[in-house]
């Protein structure tokens, strides 16, 4: 079998957010070496969500301030003036969640990338994550129809995407992990997770990692 990574992951986990600088220079560096799988957890989707509050505000932040510090990734104050500090939002995944899985579904080569730009939206842009407008806006910047994207967005979760959720569920699981992100690596030896902690490190160590595991 072809070595693979899977990434388990939630569009609004600032941590997955924070991993993707070290993310895309893996996934060019072995981009003819492994593939690529991306599962999303649902982990902060569901059930309408909850409530946004003063003191669910101030923890998000302080921990955003914290991995802008580690790895440069930005948080605006758009994001904390129009998201965090909305008490009338709730915090729920499920729509970019489903966002990213019809745009990965239709361009799977950029399914990493259109992560990032969904998760942009909500910590850069300032907008929440039930912004329809937003999203489609993303999704056409990927050559999606914008009516016909935001026409299945109403529709509920497409084809796909529950079975997805149970997997990354599933794998969770297996794995013994309880957060996102996770990265697990697949070889014909077997499978296991990726120390955590590299995904905020240097890529080029993360990498030789990955090979050496691989030659092993």
């Not at 957010?17 to 996934?27: G, R």
């Not at 996770?182 to 990498?207: C, D, F, M, R, W």
Request: aromatic share 10%; hydrophobic share 45%; proline share 5%.
């Amino acid at each position: 079998m072809q070595p693979a990574l899977t990434l388990l992951f939630d569009p609004l986990c600032g941590w997955c957010y924070a991993a993707h600088p070290v993310l895309e220079k893996l996934a060019a560096a072995l981009a003819d070496e492994v593939q690529w799988q991306l599962l999303p957890t649902g982990l902060f989707a569901g059930d309408g969500g909850q409530p946004m509050t003063a003191q669910k505000r101030d923890y998000f932040w302080q921990n955003d301030q914290r991995i802008a510090q580690m790895t440069g990734q930005p948080f605006s104050q758009a994001y904390y003036d129009q998201v965090l500090s909305d008490f009338n939002s709730r915090f729920d995944s499920a729509l970019a969640t489903q966002a990213w899985f019809l745009i990965a579904q239709a361009r799977p080569a950029q399914a990493l990338a259109a992560l990032q730009d969904i998760q942009r939206v909500r910590y850069v842009d300032g907008h929440g994550s039930q912004d329809m407008d937003a999203l489609t806006r993303v999704a056409t910047q990927y050559g999606l129809d914008g009516e016909a994207f935001a026409a299945a967005m109403r529709a509920g979760n497409p084809a796909g995407l529950d079975a997805a959720i149970a997997a990354a569920r599933q794998m969770m699981r297996t794995f013994g992990v309880s957060g996102v992100p996770s990265l697990i690596l697949h070889t014909a030896a077997g499978s296991g997770v990726v120390p955590g902690g590299a995904l905020y490190q240097n890529p080029e160590q993360l990498t030789d990692m990955i090979r050496n595991t691989l030659s092993a």
